[in-house]
């Protein structure tokens, strides 16, 4: 069964006479829970709720291609997420392996917090796989890939060999790609990372992540940080959460395939430099790509002349949404270097195609460009 039927499936309640057909949020702190309650499936709400466990279900789902065995957490950010991994492998003494280019927050979260503490943080680019000469010594590795908003591509499977020959366990930071595109756990890493805030829930309306694993111990070791941190989603957050999921596939479908076409339009442009796409034939990691990855996601970028150009571009741009993030319904876009801590220039500009007919949104990027171009001259 394809991941997209599966994950439709998997939004449906049980099939009783007259009742829904998919289930709404459950508001509960406190559960009932009469007399010897060690074995009742909800009692209080920051260990476990009925919403979680329908959108954990579906997310195992996909993560695995419905493969069994799998476990996955649901918290209230990608950060949160991220943080559970962190939090509950990572021991003083212990090294960390990160992308030099990986998400700018999770780089700062190791090293305002868990380098404090005494892990030692190791850091080389996604590119040509680096990050594998490090590995020695290492506790885990952490990848990205693509990485944002560079769209530097790694190989998944190749570095999880490598690390497990090192000791190491590995973990994907996958949420540019959601686990419909790419499955780093069929690939061999230990957990798949997700901000959810992104394609996943796509709507732009929602803070969530998830962490899923194939191993037991490493299950109840992100339930135990989940309890005792508090780090928990709000059902109503979780309830949307699966409303969204169902029309994912569809969603990352249109969206690749503008983003695929916009990329291509770029690339005849010769006021935009560095067109930045894993599906483009000129991408380096095209090929690992193409094979690693179902589908090439919704976001490039590219570089205009220096700053200014690039803010009258998103201005003049009628159907470009100026906004940090990506993988919403409707096209957004934001001059990137605005926020400082990557390496692009001044001029590098990152966009996340939405579902519109595409057509308009390369006329729209036309006339921007041919406006900020005459503005100029
Ligand atoms: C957004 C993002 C995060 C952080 O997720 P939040 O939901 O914003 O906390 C982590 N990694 C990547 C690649 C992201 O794009």
Redesign the pocket.
Known sequence: MDDATRLLQATLTEAKQGTPMHSGPVFAAPFHAMGDAAGVDYTYARAHNPTWTELERALSGLEGSGQTGISTLVFP???AA?AAVFGSVLRPGDVAVLPSNA?Y??RQLMQKYFTEMGVELRMAPTKNNAQGELLQGAKLLWL?TPS?PTMEVCDIAALCEQAHRAGALVAV?N??QTALSQKPLLMGADFSVA?D??SMSGHSDI?Y?HVAVKDKTLAEKLQQWRRLSGSVLGPMEAWLALRSLATLPLRLERSSANAMKIAEFLETRKDVTDVLYPGLKSHPDHALAARQQRYFGAVLSFTLRDAETANNFLASANLITEAT?FGSVVTTGERRARWGGDAIAPGFVRLSAGCEAVDDLIADIAQALDAVRIGKA
């Open positions: 950010s990608g950060m991220a998400y927050v999770a990205e944002n930071d949420s540019t901000s805030a992104k803070l992540g993030s």
